[in-house]
């Protein structure tokens, strides 16, 4: 089926949690876990209104896509010549981000209700067969390593601060404090091509990766990541406390947590044999933070990832015929290719948090994304408490800058950065 039924020496287990955060209205991340294709995705979408959630969808589905039809590593079309002497798995994963890129541009210059939309990505994929890990970002979302009690950032954002130190390097903080901190100089949509950053590292086992969206890197400093691995092995429990320490930081932004723990093979063939690695397609979390989770009848007849509904992310009539294109446009000159894995399609996985300490710090109502590793059945647990109400009443005013709807009470504009006065 793929490489992750070859005899290795490693394999990842992953796990993602998204959050609306504390003062969006909208969550606009979407992540994307296939262990069995190696590929890990955050993508934090922008545009208002749904058009950031409908950005983020499109180039998580065009990743996936992408990845199923090419599981047997042959790429469409000639190598470019800057790329000839990488490794073909970081070539796979330029070609997968240039790919999702056209797709949101499509969408984006063809539909009045999606201009302007955009999204940052940030995709690794791990080849257990070559024992590596290929990085490759657009935008401010990140991925940072943590090896032997030691982090390290593998991205490095495309933002204007670091364009404006790569110009500038002996800037003062004084200089760098007046600059907006969270504009973006790249992203996925914005022009039919885009420039993609690629890395390629060696993995070894105990070895720890976050992908995260800036709502949670901007919340939650490096030092913390670290003090989370002290308390958690466990790569969804990480996640979801890594989700409250932003939270109780703020939350002023969506909030995307993806961790992938390389461990030894310790799978008999037995085992390996009768295992299937659970994956999942994008997970969507209202405004509220609460999505009630579906009854078994509903799960039995889920759509696969094949089906994601981006059309949920619509509300009006012209949104969902821009997102039945979105279908069409994703699967253009991939779907017959991959229609020989589509019968292999998995499911999506939504659990609640189960974990007393998190919950208590994260607040009910709130889903982890996935549980990439295979799990032993455990007892059913009793239904958790109702979250409680938050007031009906929104009260919400607009960026004089770039129109962007704002909880009244902002001191600066969450979109582009611009003080908000009183």
Not at 140 to 154: F, H, K, T
């Given at each position: 089926m793929g490489e992750f039924r070859t005899s290795s020496r490693t394999r990842p287990v992953a796990a993602a949690v998204t959050d609306v955060?504390?003062?969006?209205?909208?969550?606009?991340?979407?992540?994307?876990?296939?262990?069995?294709?190696?590929?890990?995705?955050?993508a934090d979408g922008m545009g208002g209104h749904n058009a950031g959630n409908v950005a983020s969808a499109l180039a998580t589905r065009s990743l996936?896509?992408?990845f199923e039809a090419t599981r047997t590593g042959v790429l469409p079309g000639p190598v470019p010549a800057d790329?000839?002497?990488?490794?073909?798995?970081?070539?796979?994963?330029?070609?997968?981000?240039?790919?999702?890129?056209?797709?949101?541009?499509?969408?984006?210059?063809?539909?009045?209700?999606?201009?302007?939309?955009?999204?940052?990505?940030?995709?690794?994929?791990?080849?257990?067969?070559?024992?590596?890990?290929h990085v490759g970002h657009v935008g401010?979302?990140?991925?940072?390593?943590?090896?032997?009690?030691?982090?390290?950032?593998?991205t490095k954002d495309h933002s204007l601060i670091n364009d404006a130190l790569a110009l500038k390097p002996d800037l003062s903080q004084e200089e760098l404090a007046r600059l907006p901190k969270n504009i973006i100089t790249r992203a996925l949509g914005m022009k039919d091509a885009v420039k993609v950053d690629i890395r390629s590292e060696r993995i070894q086992p105990g070895d720890v990766f976050l992908l995260c969206s800036?709502?949670?890197?901007?919340?939650?400093?490096?030092?913390?990541?670290?003090?989370?691995?002290?308390?958690?092995?466990?790569?969804?429990?990480?996640?979801?406390?890594?989700?409250?320490?932003?939270?109780?930081?703020?939350?002023?932004?969506?909030?995307?947590?993806?961790?992938?723990?390389?461990q030894p093979e310790a799978l008999d063939d037995a085992q390996t044999d009768g295992a299937e690695l659970e994956d999942t397609r994008p997970h969507h979390i209202d405004e509220f933070g609460a999505t009630p989770l579906?009854?078994?009848?509903?799960?039995?007849?889920?759509?696969?990832?094949?089906?994601?509904?981006?059309?949920?992310?619509?509300?009006?009539?012209?949104?969902?015929?821009?997102?039945?294109?979105?279908?069409?446009?994703?699967?253009?000159?991939?779907?017959?290719?991959?229609?020989?894995?589509?019968g292999r399609a998995p499911r999506m996985a939504a659990v609640p948090f189960t974990d007393?300490?998190?919950?208590?710090?994260?607040?009910?109502?709130?889903?982890?994304a996935v549980a990439a590793a295979p799990r032993a059945p455990v007892k059913e647990a009793p239904p958790p408490a109702k979250p409680a109400k938050r007031p009906t009443e929104v009260r919400v005013a607009r960026c004089a800058h770039c129109k962007h709807e704002l909880f009244i009470g902002n001191r600066f504009c969450v979109e582009c950065g611009a003080p908000i006065k009183p």
């Open positions: 955060g504390r003062q969006r209205k909208h969550n606009e991340d979407n992540v994307l876990v296939k262990s069995e294709l190696g590929l890990f995705v955050v996936d896509n992408f790329e000839q002497d990488l490794d073909p798995g970081a070539r796979r994963v330029l070609a997968a981000i240039r790919k999702a890129n056209h797709d949101v541009f499509v969408i984006s210059n063809t539909y009045s209700q999606h201009q302007g939309m955009g999204s940052t990505v940030v995709a690794a994929y791990v080849s257990c067969k070559t024992e590596q890990i401010d979302s990140r991925c940072y390593r943590i090896r032997q009690g030691e982090i390290e950032q593998l800036d709502g949670l890197s901007g919340m939650v400093s490096e030092q913390q990541i670290l003090d989370v691995f002290d308390i958690t092995q466990d790569p969804r429990e990480a996640c979801e406390l890594l989700i409250a320490m932003a939270n109780e930081a703020g939350g002023t932004d969506n909030i995307s947590a993806l961790i992938i723990r390389i579906p009854s078994a009848s509903v799960r039995e007849r889920q759509p696969s990832v094949e089906e994601i509904d981006v059309e949920a992310a619509a509300s009006s009539d012209g949104e969902r015929v821009a997102a039945q294109h979105v279908h069409s446009i994703a699967d253009s000159g991939l779907r017959s290719q991959a229609q020989g894995a589509a007393r300490r998190s919950r208590a710090a994260a607040g009910s109502g709130r889903y982890a």
